[in-house]
């Protein structure tokens, strides 16, 4: 079992940047794929960036964020990063990290997660 600890959100202008940060304890986060989701009020989870567990670094992206929005492994903090760029006020949401450890790579459906952290709130706003 492991346990997921979000952190890095904050108030932001529209163009800025920020990093999350999910940190995992119990067990190591390379045993699971790993994903950030992110929930507006009144607005279902949705899928926002995703890691292949172990060693392989696929990485996958929704639409809304690719080429924005980075995520990656820090193995000696045993983290999972998701570098933002470009902010806008359509990213505002609470960020959450969700661990699955059956697949090897992320699903879209929040579903498909057994872990979740407690979440993180991004706000874009000028």
């Known amino acids: 079992q492991v346990q997921l600890v979000e952190s890095g959100g904050g108030l932001v202008q529209p163009g800025d940047s920020l990093t999350l940060s999910c940190v995992g304890s119990?067990?190591?986060?390379?045993?699971?794929?790993m994903a950030w989701f992110r929930q507006a009020p009144g607005e279902e989870r949705e899928f926002v960036s995703g890691?292949?567990?172990?060693?392989?670094?696929?990485?996958y992206y929704a639409d809304s964020v690719k080429g924005r929005f980075t995520i990656s492994r820090d193995n000696a903090k045993n983290a999972v990063s998701l570098q933002m760029t470009s902010l806008k006020p359509e990213d505002t949401a609470t960020y959450y990290c969700?661990?699955?450890?059956?697949?090897?790579?992320?699903?879209?459906?929040?579903?498909?997660?057994?872990?979740w952290g407690q979440g993180t709130q991004v706000t874009v706003s000028s």
């Open positions: 969700g661990a699955d450890p059956r697949r090897l790579g992320p699903s879209s459906s929040s579903r498909a997660y057994d872990y």
């Open positions: 119990g067990t190591s986060l390379n045993y699971y794929a």
């Open positions: 890691i292949n567990r172990r060693i392989d670094t696929d990485t």
